[in-house]
């Protein structure tokens, strides 16, 4: 079992930069693969970001590829996602989520475990 909770979102003008924390218990954390996703208002939930058990493979969607930056720290753990150049199309439910696999995913399906989430709302 792994519980999830993020923190660090916020309201930042477009341009600004946020670093949201998800912050997971049990001590398997270091096998399970984590992914970010977020979800606007009266939009689907999308993925942004992944990052393997070891942190050594990375994936990123499309539309925050050279601005958003996911890590993690095993020892601490917690998974990190560094968000640059914020836009306001950025503005979403930011939701952390951890997958057994290990390898991570982009579909939503197949994580286990999801947080709670946290705003992000960037203003123009």
């Known amino acids: 079992q792994v519980q999830l909770v993020e923190s660090g979102g916020g309201l930042v003008q477009a341009g600004g930069s946020l670093r949201l924390s998800c912050a997971a218990s049990g001590r398997t954390f270091r096998s399970y693969a984590m992914g970010w996703f977020r979800q606007a208002p009266g939009k689907e939930r999308e993925f942004v970001a992944l990052?393997?058990?070891?942190?050594?493979?990375?994936y990123y969607a499309d539309s925050v590829k050279g601005r958003f930056t996911i890590s993690r720290d095993n020892a601490k753990n917690t998974v990190y996602l560094q968000m640059n150049s914020l836009k306001p199309e950025d503005t979403a439910v930011y939701y952390c989520?951890?997958?057994?696999?290990?390898?991570?995913?982009?579909?939503?399906?197949?994580?286990?475990?999801w947080g709670q989430g946290t705003q992000v709302t960037v203003s123009s």
């Open positions: 990052i393997n058990w070891s942190g050594g493979r990375t």
């Open positions: 989520a951890a997958d057994r696999n290990g390898l991570g995913a982009t579909r939503g399906y197949d994580y286990e475990y």
